[in-house]
């Protein structure tokens, strides 16, 4: 146990490393931009306040999203997702898959659960590490050790899993260091040629004089441009890529694994419409898309999901329709998401009451067809 104990601690101290990289390389950044080349290489003052008000906009939504998504922790299941003591001690007793699937069965018919595991979908998703029972789009991850809701990835540079509770910051995180680097290397990128031209000229005889005097600003404005040009090119791919998840509603899992459902894997499973997507992650204020604050729809226990088109009981209903005479009570109903059970149940109950209404007046009916008769 204390080898282990050690070896846990130790690779949880080497985990920070690319943290305190990255912060290393803001730092010296800030350093390189305010004091370098904007108090010592810029000559105009109208230039200089221009540049310190955009940078230190950009600086503090960047370093502000970025600390969020390092402090915010993964959130987990709850505990109506854990098995009864009764029920737990049974799963561990039996070596029949298909005896522990039973118990898991019988403790997940009260759970809100759509996506199963295994052939055919019919297996609940259950951790042996966590001893949950997996809520839908949550997945166990190895460096955290634990279960996260709507898993995405580990991420290195933040040293944090991002999920249901932090994939926002995380997409601002990625925005505001695009528009960081962006706008380090727009600016300097003058100076970077003037000062490129300046080494260039060092060395030939009775060369023009520059208007940059060769100071020691020369190498941090040089590799400044080279650094900020290096991390707008890496962070643009994954932001663009994550971008396009959000639009699709998936995670970063699910690209790869799609979610299988009662009737099968589907891709498009949690897609709700490009706006609902949105909405899902950055929520219905649009006010608050830009700040990194906590405005995620749901509880990450619970996603609204679309009705998949391969589904059974779905074909079920096309045929009530195309079958008028068998009742409905013969024919299941469409599976739908639970904000669509919510969303329907005021429609429902009205239509109950209507349909009561109808039942408790029969001699209506029958008098308007006796009329009818009469006239005929």
Known sequence: MAPTHVLRCCQ???????????AAVVCWSYYAYVVELCLYTIISIGEKIVYMIF???FFIMFVWSYWKTIYIQPANPSKEFCLPKVEKERYEKEERPENQQEILWRAATSLPLYTRTGAGGVSIRYCDRCQVIKPDRCHHCSACDMCVLKMDHHCPWVNNCVGFSNYKFFILFLAYSLLYCLFIAATVLQYFIKFWTLCRRKSVENCPKNELKDTHAK??????????????ISILSLFSYHLWLVGKNRSTIEAFRAPVFRAGSDKNGFSLGFR???????????KFWLLPVCTSQGDGLTFPTRLVS???EQQATVTLQQEPSKSAAEVPESPVSESQNR?????????????????NTPAESETITISIESES
């Open 12 to 22: 949880r101290t080497l985990a920070w490393i690319p943290v305190i990289f990255i």
């Open 55 to 57: 940078f230190h906009l």
């Open 219 to 232: 190498f941090h404005v040089l590799f400044l441009f080279f650094v900020a040009a290096m991390f707008c």
């Open 276 to 286: 609902k997507n949105i909405a899902q992650v950055f929520g219905d204020q649009k």
């Open 310 to 312: 391969a589904d059974v």
């Open 343 to 359: 969303l329907l149940s005021s429609e429902q109950n009205a239509n109950n009451v209507a349909e009561h209404q109808e039942t």
